[in-house]
């Protein structure tokens, strides 16, 4: 039995998680352990988990050091103002638990913005959002079984947030995995946007698993952007969203992931008729570092449309993975859509992995597809360096630009602006040098 | 200014430039007429130091230096400009960035400090106006989506924020329309002065109706066949090239 199973099974026995005094919900904890004990987590030999490392996460060790001891709220906030957006709604979350001091969740007309863990506390609450599916795999029963808190969002029809709302997510130490389970339902018309911003601020390996399940009714629309902030190579990270998009809604999702040890952001949209989503990403990645994407859209009904678009820069050692497939069901006539993964390898060792599949089941559909990997374009250094601009800083600001492309189809002016300046830091450019119309 | 003492060229092992004389002085205005595969790009890749192109022989005298021994961007940094033929798109890199970054390079070259901000916006939107590019352009990607003749117009804002000193225009009229076309000479003329001199690569006359060339040379076969005034470009206008026929013709 490997060492996070154990854990799992003794964290779900002590039954102090939340939501565990109610037979219901610790009946699905009990049984998410079950299957996990007797599946265990993908290997290998699972095609979307073909290419990854994350075997290895399995039997890491998790120290008893106490990392980073961030006593207070005042404390805390050092960390956080650098990369808080102004004036937005925040929700913050140190190693998995809800901290309250730092955050202000959004306010709004039927708008209900509440951690997890009070959610399931309050009495009123017989709702149990926590829909499993037959082919989940180990690391989300490792989630069901297991999660301790979280972010709960419903929007009543109508609920329009002006704000956005950002997520906070702080890793200060290292003694064991962390569960995170989010609950997003949008109702008919409603708006919000959201970025989740992921820090590592501890001293040794951490390990974070979040699974966050969408219900978006007829025409609500949701955009969320992911940035992880950090460039440390102790955080492995992953991630699973699970979308279900009603008619005429509209999802949007940007992924950041700019460093960490082994990143994974693994997305299952379903779209119901004229629904329309995006999900577009880019990683950057060094040394052993790996930034997986794994992407299945489920084009259920007819004249929906979905837009892929990822980025890749992959340096020294590292390795990304693209596993991209739009699935178009035999009644999904007037399907629009396009998945597109360009890369760059930036060094001899490091490896990118690739795989866009369109499966068509209709007849009147437009798809398309595209990969590319490549190295930097010799003609576009030539054209910067007669520009006088020395070649280290052309191919700098190659790679800059490719990498700022990204953040151009994000539609709130507020996170767009934020994602660009933290770029920028992370590229070690000035904040305002990219110059682009913000 | 420039002076070029019979320059081999080739791409790999293929000779293309077989002997280039060519002197400018400052303030003229060169026009290198020729048909295709003449050898006419080569040579303003040349001087711009683009990799790819072995110098077999000769020699390109520059201000009194060794041009071949300068790198890409110091060619620039003293002086000299190139005006694409297909202009590099850059996504994700404003167009401001990169003018205000070559400038600044520029300047630190000639022992200057950096541009004030202001004054830089302030000396771009000016330039931009006359170029009838809208001020939007400054903060889209670098030619990205531009249309051809957007590419084109871009190049010429570059090149009237840099102040060049030796402005080499590769086949810059090739895709504009009439309108684009004028434009684009109408930005041309403005830079000319006395200390500045141009370089015109160009398959067609139509250019120089525009922008009137001192002195205009024929290139074929990877020579300089023929040199004379303006009035050689409408002799070339009315027989074509057709009287190129051996690679022997003139020499």
């Not at chain 1, 030999?45 to 399995?58: M, V």
């Not at chain 1, 460039?231 to 950041?256: E, M, P, V």
């Not at chain 1, 151009?408 to 996170?415: A, E, Q, S, T």
């Not at chain 2, 205009?216 to 009035?231: D, N, Q």
Request: aromatic share 6%; hydrophobic share 40%; with cysteine.
């Amino acid at each position: 039995m490997n060492r996070l199973v154990t854990l799992a099974r003794e964290t779900v026995q002590q039954g102090a998680l939340p939501g565990q005094s109610r037979a219901d919900l610790d009946g699905l904890r009990q049984s998410a352990l079950a299957t996990l004990e007797a599946h265990g987590f993908p290997d290998s030999r699972s095609e979307a988990f073909r290419y990854s490392r994350s075997k290895r996460l399995e039997n890491m060790a998790f120290a008893d050091a106490p990392g980073a001891v961030v006593e207070g709220a005042t404390a805390m906030e050092a960390y956080l103002s650098p990369i808080r957006i102004p004036g937005a709604w925040s929700m913050v979350f140190v190693d998995g638990h809800y901290h309250a001091a730092c955050s202000t969740p959004a306010v709004g007309d039927g708008l209900l913005c509440q951690n997890m863990t009070g959610f399931l506390e309050d009495k009123r609450n017989d709702y149990l959002p926590f829909p499993m599916e037959a082919d989940d795999h180990g690391w989300m029963q490792a989630n069901q079984a297991c999660f301790s808190d979280g972010v709960v969002i419903m929007a009543e029809a109508g609920c329009r947030l002006e704000q956005p709302l950002q997520i906070i997510h702080v890793s200060t130490r290292a003694a064991a995995p962390v569960y995170v389970r989010n609950h997003i339902h949008m109702g008919a018309d409603s708006h919000i946007d959201i970025l989740e911003s992921w820090l590592d601020i501890s001293s040794s390996a951490t390990l974070v698993n979040a699974v966050t399940d969408i219900q978006l009714d007829d025409h609500a629309s949701l955009n969320i952007v992911r940035l992880d902030e950090d460039d440390r190579i102790l955080a492995n990270r992953l991630a699973h969203q699970r979308i279900h998009a009603g008619t005429h809604s509209t999802y949007r999702q940007h992924t950041f992931h700019l460093g960490g040890s082994l990143l994974r952001q693994e997305t299952h949209i379903q779209l119901q008729q004229h629904a329309s989503c995006s999900t577009e990403g880019l990683f950057m990645t060094r040394d052993r570092q790996e930034s997986g994407h794994q992407l299945l859209i489920e084009h259920k009904a007819p004249d929906a449309s979905s837009q892929v678009r990822y980025h890749g820069l992959a340096d020294q050692a590292s390795r990304g993975i693209f596993q991209g497939r739009i699935l178009v069901g035999s009644h999904a006539d007037r399907t629009v859509a396009d998945m597109q993964s360009k890369n760059l390898l930036l060094s001899d060792q490091a490896e990118i992995d690739a795989m866009p599949q369109l499966e068509i089941h209709a007849d009147d559909v437009r798809c398309a597809h595209g990969v590319s990997i490549g190295q930097l374009d010799e003609t576009a250094i030539f054209y910067l360096e007669s520009r006088g601009i020395a070649r280290p800083e052309a191919v700098r600001l190659l790679m800059a630009g490719f990498a700022n492309s990204m953040t151009d189809p994000i539609v709130h002016h507020g996170l767009r602006t934020h994602v660009r300046a933290r770029l920028a830091v992370h590229l070690q450019f000035a904040p305002e040098s990219f110059g682009l119309k913000p | 200014m420039l002076n070029i003492q019979d320059l081999h060229v080739s791409v790999e092992d293929k000779a293309i430039l077989k002997g280039i004389n060519l002197q400018v002085a400052a303030g003229e205005v060169h026009a290198i007429m020729g048909p295709n595969g003449s050898g006419k790009s080569t040579l303003s890749h040349v001087l711009a130091g683009r990799p790819g192109y072995e110098v077999t022989a000769g020699s390109i005298q520059w201000q009194g230096q060794d041009l071949l021994a300068m790198s890409i961007e110091d060619r620039a940094r003293s002086g000299i400009f190139l005006a694409f033929q297909y202009p590099v798109e850059i996504p994700g890199v404003s167009n401001i960035y990169l003018l205000k970054a070559a400038l600044n390079a520029a300047r630190r070259h000639r022992g200057l400090n950096e541009i004030d901000a202001m004054d830089f916006l302030g000396t771009v939107k000016e330039k931009i106006r006359s170029l009838n590019l809208d001020e939007s352009f400054l903060y889209r990607g670098v030619n990205e989506g531009f249309s051809g003749g957007e590419k084109k117009r871009n190049e010429i804002l570059q090149m009237a924020i840099l102040e060049p000193l030796l402005c080499i225009l590769d086949e810059t009229d090739s895709g504009l329309d009439i309108d684009a076309l004028k434009i684009v000479a109408e930005g041309v003329n403005a830079l000319r002065s006395s200390d500045r001199s141009f370089l015109m690569v160009t398959h067609y006359q139509r250019l120089l109706d525009y922008i009137r060339p001192d002195h205009v040379h024929v290139l074929a076969h990877g020579r300089i066949i023929r040199s004379g005034g303006p009035e050689l470009a409408l002799e070339l206008e009315a027989q074509g090239y057709g009287w190129i026929n051996s690679p022997d013709a003139g020499a």
